[in-house]
């Protein structure tokens, strides 16, 4: 069933191009996003969202609110749920509550959806498996069609929900009005464009290959992005450590010199997303402060960026997401590579599950 791959995880990473097509199927049409599963009174009298996720699914909603606040300017939070479980969070009828899982079954997100549903609130679940227990909950449900994801370290689940909440975003935009029909227009363009920014080039992989070498040893990793390189920074973090065992930080690049700056030395490996479209002068400026410190860096970029060690070379220098989608399977193949160099069990890696139903 691996189809001359060596791991699910690796298949899975290959497949995004296609089932980001499927999930986009009947949905991105010429000039708008339609769901033809949400039924529009769902967001009648609606404020505010609140997204509430765990891990890889948290990440994607910290993607999300970064584009509903932008670009459909729409209020939003992002919750863990084992944390909102417990903070006593204060709930109005004006949010609506957006539950974000790829099994549907992570035990504290779903009680965290009963939750917001006792205080009255609609919900809307963006889920990967029909008829499970989170979209059996919700009041309305967006599939992210993946297919089955069997690597425990998720890749192609995250790649859909991202691309649900972009489109989400965009439905609530025109809806709503907050979106400038150019805005629009260049937004769908960039979405259909998104499968092509996803297809894995035999070079690139090649190069990830080559470079996981260097990056064996070391006092750990630390990946910085800014805005929504931000997640996407947690993310290729969680993804490593889950599946090399290597000590790894997400950090929003900014925040560096706040603190984690004294960490600084050749041997923490800094992976910069440095994205053209977005702050790029601003991330460049923070990469330097950490190379000046001798940190040891991978720029993964459009540009060439001098003080690098190592650069990872992106296409796609024409919209922030489609940077993002590019970016993303960049810090996936380092992952998957770090962790075949070391002999890990990638698809099973210790200690995790693939669907966590315990609190
Ligand atoms: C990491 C990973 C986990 C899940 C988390 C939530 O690769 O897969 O962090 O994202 O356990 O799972 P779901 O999305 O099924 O609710």
Redesign the pocket.
Known sequence: QKEGYRFFMEKEIYEQSTVIGDTMLGRVLEDRVEFEELDPSLFEGIRSIKIC????????GLTGAYLLERLAKIPCQVEI?SEFRYKEPLLTPDTLFI????????A??LEALKMAKRAGLKSLSI???DNSS?VRESDATILTRAGI?K?????K??AT?VMVLWMLTLYLGQKHRTLAPETLAKELDAMRHTPRALLVEEKLHEKLHRLSKRYLHGHGFFFIGRDLFFPLAL?GA??LK?ISYLHAEGYPAGEMKHGPIALADAELFTIALMPKTLLYDKIKSNVEELSARDATILAISPEEFELADDFVRTKNGDHPMLEFFEMMVVTQLLALEISIRLGNDVDMPRN?????TVE
Not at 53 to 60: F, L, N, P
Not at 151 to 155: K, M, Q, R, Y
Not at 352 to 356: E, F, M, N, P, Q
């Open positions: 996720a765990c891990g890889t699914s948290y990440h994607a749920a539950v974000i899982s790829q099994s549907g079954e992570t504290d997100t889920c990967n498996v989170i994801e690597g425990v370290a998720s890749t689940a995250f929900q993310e969680l993804k889950e995790l599950a693939k669907s966590v």
